[in-house]
């Protein structure tokens, strides 16, 4: 079985390690492709940082520090209070030693005159993942957030920061009124991966991980479907893959990154309140909407603390379902993949 | 009093620190500009390393490692090792995490669009140099070796290397023929950086440190200096360096790094093998030549044991003299220095 995931990155990891558990245990055999968000992605210092690509590689090949939540176990950070001595780089955006080896190895690779799709396969082969690691694109498409100039937090802020000085350094707590992607002056414009699109027409079944719909998923495949650019109120996904979503013979099935109006984690409420959508399975679900309707997905799995929102999802057009969505550990994080595997076939 | 100094790394570094003590002693108020060699530099994954400008930052600054003799003290390899695990970068040269900083550091300066010179400033800023320190060109000037494809041990190894690679990976064995500068393919050729040659012109007093004359000093103002390219058989200078030493209203005086035909450090001789030149403070000296006979110096200073080469440098033009130039801490070279600017003057 060939199965296609879209992923963000640390929740995006916690799901695709379960699938990968349960791919080995009850589909042997199978080739899971991984489709990672690269409007993360940002060149800091004349590296190529990728938060979204390492933490699915850094998760997957068992290297992440599992309490922190993100970057490497057993990290050091004697390089980046040297860049600071030198006044180099963020100061609010601290690089690991372990961290910055990957991205000086992946600039390199860049260098070289490797597409970042082939950078990723050279740096994935290292942690033998049982998976294909697949950026969304191989030209630079980061995320830009455009902040409400009338909140009073803005004062003193750019009009315009890239996601995650937005995310870190901010905390996400200046709202923003729309997403933009952005590419370094003179690059090309971003497009899908041919390695992405090649993974979601040849599937057999297509997965929209729990992670963030605005700036994960729908940097990808664009959200809410019904109005996929800024003009609309919405945001813009890589030309090319909302179109194989919805070409692909395989059934694409979503999982709900909200539980009871509460993401399951990261800050997945301010983005939708940029889009002016309320923080809920339902929302999310319709945002995505269904194939047959113009959007990407045939199935939709809310929490079973959700169940109330079945009907308007089914309503629109989705196939939709109950289960419990709470990734606490791998065994929950493979129950949870074999329910989804179980409702898409 | 304005001192221009041309050096290398490890040797010039030391003769500088010898310099600056004198100069804060017996004449305060001095400016002093060191230019430093920049054939050493490369791009390496991705990043700008210039072992020659760190050399004497570092020691400058007072961060070297006086003990191995380079690099920065209280180094580790974290970074290094990750990146040699996934095959990136050059496993025979290892790059300290607190040295990758500052690699980092300049790379991103010149992705922000500055150059060298002034990526240079803004690092040496934090050290607090007490001196100027000017890399000799703002391009990409690297030295590339063309080995001996008749010698045993050329079999296997590429036509032409990296001056480094050379270096440190070969420590020289297989003998050289050539050196040439290269730059990145579809770079501007290498010329002298202005501020360089502002140095040399405005100085009181040039001085050409006791570095390799072929690899360190000739690569920017060019060696012997009666064949100063490939084709002759010697090695070009950077385009400006040799005008402006031989139009500054200043006296050049230039100190040897061999002492009884043994190079202070370094490999000297296999740079000077290369050329069909002997290894001799001698030879050394009439390779600069003297400036009313097209060289580049007025004065020559020789150890106190190659005291019988003087009648041959005078023979030639230069003002010759003898004195200890063994630099065994920071007294003797400061005396060295003292040495240098009363001869000079």
């Given at each position: 079985m060939k199965i296609a995931l879209l992923a963000g990155g640390v929740g995006g990891a916690k799901f695709a390690k379960g699938l990968r558990a349960?791919?080995?245990?009850?589909?042997p055999g199978s080739e899971l492709s991984i489709i990672a968000n690269v409007g993360d992605d940002m060149?800091?210092?004349?590296?190529?940082?990728?938060?979204d690509l390492d933490s699915l590689m850094y998760a997957l090949g068992g290297a992440n520090d599992e309490v922190r939540g993100w970057g490497r176990a057993n990290e050091t950070e004697r390089v980046?209070?040297?860049?600071?001595?030198?006044?180099?780089?963020?100061?609010?955006?601290t690089l690991g030693d372990l961290d910055l080896g990957t991205h000086?190895?992946?600039?390199?690779f860049l260098h070289d005159g490797l597409s970042l799709t082939e950078a990723t396969a050279k740096l994935a082969h290292r942690w033998k993942l049982g998976a294909t690691l697949l950026p969304a694109s191989d030209q630079d498409a980061e995320t830009w957030v455009i902040l409400d100039p009338a909140h009073p937090d803005a004062v003193g802020e750019p009009a315009a920061l890239h996601f995650e000085e937005w995310w870190v350094r901010l905390r996400a707590t200046v709202p923003a009124v729309a997403f933009e992607r952005r590419?370094?002056?003179?690059?090309?414009?971003?497009?899908?991966?041919?390695?992405?699109?090649?993974?979601?027409?040849?599937?057999?079944i297509v997965i929209v991980a729990p992670s963030n719909p605005v700036v994960s998923i729908g940097t990808m495949a664009g959200f809410p479907f019904d109005r996929l650019d800024r003009e609309r109120g919405g945001v813009a996904g890589l030309?090319?893959?909302?179109?194989?979503?919805?070409?692909?013979?395989?059934?694409?099935?979503?999982?709900?990154p909200i539980i009871e109006s509460s993401p399951l984690r990261g800050m997945a409420r301010q983005c939708l309140d940029a889009l002016r959508l309320p923080c809920t399975a339902e929302a999310v679900g319709l945002g995505?909407?269904?194939?047959?309707?113009?959007?990407?997905?045939?199935?939709?799995l809310v929490d079973t603390a959700d169940a109330a929102a079945l009907p308007a999802l089914q309503e629109a057009g989705l196939r939709a379902t109950a289960r419990p969505l709470w990734m606490r550990d791998e065994v929950s994080s493979s129950r949870l993949a074999a329910d989804t595997i179980a409702f898409a076939m």
């Amino acid at each position: 079985m060939k199965i296609a995931l879209l992923a963000g990155g640390v929740g995006g990891a916690k799901f695709a390690k379960g699938l990968r558990a349960e791919l080995l245990a009850n589909h042997p055999g199978s080739e899971l492709s991984i489709i990672a968000n690269v409007g993360d992605d940002m060149w800091l210092s004349g590296l190529k940082v990728c938060p979204d690509l390492d933490s699915l590689m850094y998760a997957l090949g068992g290297a992440n520090d599992e309490v922190r939540g993100w970057g490497r176990a057993n990290e050091t950070e004697r390089v980046s209070a040297e860049m600071a001595a030198y006044g180099a780089g963020w100061p609010w955006f601290t690089l690991g030693d372990l961290d910055l080896g990957t991205h000086i190895a992946r600039t390199g690779f860049l260098h070289d005159g490797l597409s970042l799709t082939e950078a990723t396969a050279k740096l994935a082969h290292r942690w033998k993942l049982g998976a294909t690691l697949l950026p969304a694109s191989d030209q630079d498409a980061e995320t830009w957030v455009i902040l409400d100039p009338a909140h009073p937090d803005a004062v003193g802020e750019p009009a315009a920061l890239h996601f995650e000085e937005w995310w870190v350094r901010l905390r996400a707590t200046v709202p923003a009124v729309a997403f933009e992607r952005r590419s370094r002056s003179g690059g090309p414009e971003a497009v899908a991966s041919p390695a992405a699109l090649e993974a979601i027409g040849s599937a057999n079944i297509v997965i929209v991980a729990p992670s963030n719909p605005v700036v994960s998923i729908g940097t990808m495949a664009g959200f809410p479907f019904d109005r996929l650019d800024r003009e609309r109120g919405g945001v813009a996904g890589l030309p090319g893959i909302a179109e194989a979503l919805r070409a692909t013979s395989a059934p694409v099935i979503g999982v709900s990154p909200i539980i009871e109006s509460s993401p399951l984690r990261g800050m997945a409420r301010q983005c939708l309140d940029a889009l002016r959508l309320p923080c809920t399975a339902e929302a999310v679900g319709l945002g995505y909407g269904a194939r047959q309707h113009g959007g990407i997905l045939d199935a939709w799995l809310v929490d079973t603390a959700d169940a109330a929102a079945l009907p308007a999802l089914q309503e629109a057009g989705l196939r939709a379902t109950a289960r419990p969505l709470w990734m606490r550990d791998e065994v929950s994080s493979s129950r949870l993949a074999a329910d989804t595997i179980a409702f898409a076939m």
